[in-house]
């Protein structure tokens, strides 16, 4: 099969990429041709602002790649800014696009609604409003008498979101009087919903992604993955709304210029399985990951500062690792037998975490030493590695360049 994936360089990856991404790259390219690219265009569509750090980034996703054990023999590793034909493909899918397939894309707007709704949120808290003083809904009336103190907060939070939500997602685009009357009915004071809205209404907020190119970005990824002719794309659960759209892209594009694209196929990737030290999602910008790059020292504190089985107060005890991120991590990490023994010491408190945590410390770096080794090869001879990429972006460009010759006959483009 004909796979295509990529990532963008926003840094350094960490294990949550490693058991989210890679790890399925790295068994696909097994008994797959598989065309993997360091998406840059695609980090510039919301950090267009942030192209200081962009070539570095690439570089540092070369480095993580093929010390993870991604294989140029076996894939196409590319940069995709260097293969000119996805940004051609994705002019001439932009003329054939309807704008609403792009403004009703899940992600464009739940990430408008986020940006929003935390605005709205840190305005009222600012103001110190109290809210819920007369509320609409009778659950949440008897929610909020039994609640206190931060628990209320929690209510009021929630109840904001499930507002705004609707009103949010009632019409194409933003309804931002649907949203003022929902607000009013939270109890808020009518001028201070109005002073928020208009804030809303010609503020900056949300406008870094106001851009054409944060809109059209779907438009950019049907490009990247038709212009292979892909068979299949490995993607999250939450991407397929996106595959989506390449895929009705593709349609109008045969219904209208004859056959030219599959319409590829989802390979659902599982949910990475990893947790941050605290407890979140894995993210930069959490501070809460273990990178594939960090050394042994650091692996070692990081897991000295995860959280465990909360009512695990004292030594003596008892556990239950069913709730405990030190747990989830061995599972991954340590043998077998190991991960047993933990399964049976920690309910009778016959381990201590700082014990179990050095046992998990231990087994990352286990996991991460050849990585390093690796690593060690590749940032020594960088230059070589960057060239692979070159020959890389050479392969897809001759690839690329065949689709879309086709696609210029297709369409009946002038051609010398
Ligand atoms: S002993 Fe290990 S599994 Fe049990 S609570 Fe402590 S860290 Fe978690």
Redesign the pocket.
Known sequence: MRIVSGMRPTGKLHLGHYFGVLKNWIDLQENNRCFFFIADWHALTNKYKETESLKENIKEMIIDWLSVGLDPEKNVLFIQSQVKQHSELALLFSMITPKSWLELNPSYKDLKFNLYYQYLRDFFLGKNVKVLQTPPIKKVDEALEEATGKQKNKIYDEYLRELFFRAFYNKRGIDFKGLKENLMKLGLSKKIVEEAIKNLETGDIGKDIDTLGFLSYPVLQAADILIYKADAVPIGEDQLPHLELTREIARRFNNLYGKTFPEPKHILTEEAKLLGIDGRKMSKSYNNAIYLSDNSKEVEQKVLMMK??PN?IKRTDK???DV?I??SY?KLFTDKNTVEN?NVE?RKAG???VE??KLLADSINKFLEPIREKREEVKKDIEKYINVFKEGCKTASIEAEKTMEEVRDNMKLWKF
């Open positions: 465990t089985d695990r556990g239950n690792p405990c030190v747990f061995h933990i920690c381990i201590g975490c179990c945590k």
